[in-house]
């Protein structure tokens, strides 16, 4: 399956960390995490590039990381020092053979 799966979403108090996962069945270019909060719009979190580029939104900055293992078809964001404003549906988009792929997004829940 092309279209990537996240996982690893969940509820976590402030502070807290989770990892997320991307699984794919194709090669990945490049890829990137998304994310989507309540009544707001779409934002880019990290990206992830085929030569190892990464770079990320300044409100995400020191505390996530965007990761590949390219063995495994898989991108993974770890997150941590959570906060209650990156609670969202987060997710995964994959480039692979020219076509972006979204994934279907896993919700993270910050509260205490």
């Known amino acids: 399956q092309v279209q990537p799966v996240e996982s690893g979403g969940g509820l976590v108090q402030p502070g807290g960390s989770l990892r997320l996962s991307c699984a794919t069945s194709g090669s990945i270019f490049s890829a990137n995490w998304y994310r989507q909060a309540p009544e707001k719009e779409r934002e880019l979190v990290a990206t992830?590039?085929?030569?190892?580029?990464?770079d990320y939104a300044d409100s995400v900055k020191g505390r996530f990381t965007i990761s590949r293992d390219n063995a495994k078809n898989m991108v993974y964001l770890q997150m941590n020092s959570l906060k209650p404003e990156d609670t969202a549906v987060y997710y995964c988009r994959t480039l692979i053979n020219s076509k972006f792929y979204w994934g279907q997004g896993t919700q993270v829940t910050v509260s205490p």
């Open positions: 992830i590039t085929a030569g190892g580029s990464i």
